[in-house]
């Protein structure tokens, strides 16, 4: 991970990212890696875009999603809160100028020397869904807020979360609860997460009636119920989907939740960070497969420089469907072939699509991937000795 206070150079940009100019002017076809083109002004229009559509939620990005130090300060000064889920990711976010309330311990199961780092730095907001986690806490941070996270699970997910995490909402929940008074620990919300990429649009209306509930039993408790947390799961580049998300959203909270005294927080990673993201791969080696009766080209297979043990991984992850972009020139009249994209590394599994159409491209010609900057370079290896992608930064001016 980076210092985050590292500064790197920033290009800037007049009304529109031009990839095609910026692959020319950073002579990529020169460089034996991947490159990132990071558009920081994509973020900030997704963090004013939130502001506008979702005006009572407070963001607080999940930074897992992306640990991007210029990106979590683009997000710190634009007044994001932060969802950490382990001791360096505080580290990161606190480094970023971040006070402490503006962070949420997301993690329901966390080693106790991370905790001590919590506490240590004022950190007291901390989700917890199961009642070893709650004795941990009595021993070892016991001022900590005890944020519930219960299961509400998406009926269409890209990446479901209920099968690790949550506690149930009806019966677990409230267990908890009452173990919590019983050691007399501070329960001050409630937490859930539809599940990563949700494509259901009734899921955070259910999400929130179930917190409502929560939020009466901890009142019968005497808990100082004032964080409702809606986790995160909204779409990272469908702005239309986002959009009738977030009035399922708000009628949900106006419905269950019209008292301005509670805050209302979710954990968006993907929305802000998705879309920042073009990774620009070159072909560096090719083999063409032809028909062996007729002797004509039938498959082409090329070899990038970024693969399934580099950014890629999102595919095994994070199931995402990859876009692929060419940079020829009018290329309309030109055959199409059924090409196959395989990472650097030697491992056969190290294979990116075998189902795309596409003319048949020369070694040292370039090929974009739009929309990936959620899930990608934080998992990223080096495996057989590969970098991973270089990053370059944008903004509008
Ligand atoms: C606890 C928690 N919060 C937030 C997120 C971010 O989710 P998304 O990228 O779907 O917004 C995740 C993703 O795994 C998570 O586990």
Known sequence: MCDSRQQQKINYYEQRLNIRQVIEDANLQELDEALNIC???SVE??????????????PFYAVKCNDDPMIVQVLAKLGAGFDCASKNELKLVLGSAVTPERIIFANPCRPVSHLAYAEKHGVTNGTV????????LYKHYPSSNLIVRYKSEAKEAQCPLGDKFGCDADGDATALMLLAKALELNVTGTSVHVG??????GAYNRAIRKAKHLFQFGELLDFDMNLLDIGGGFPGSDDEKFEKIAEDVNKSL?????????EIIAEPGRFFVASALTLICKIHAKREVRNPSTGKLDTVMYYLNDGIYGSFNCILYDHQVIIAEHYLNSTEDLPQFKSLLFGPT???LDMITDNLQLPNLNRGDLIGFPNMGAYTVPVASPFNGFEVPKRMYFQAI
């Open 254 to 262: 106006d419905r269950y939740f019209p008292d301005e005294n509670v």
């Open 196 to 201: 990563s990429g949700c494509s259901e649009l």
């Open 45 to 58: 229009r997704k963090f004013h875009l939130w502001q506008r559509l979702l005006p009572r939620v407070h």
């Open 129 to 136: 869904d199961n009642e070893f986690e709650i004795y941990k």
């Open 346 to 348: 030697c491992d056969a």
């Open 39 to 41: 558009d920081l002004s």
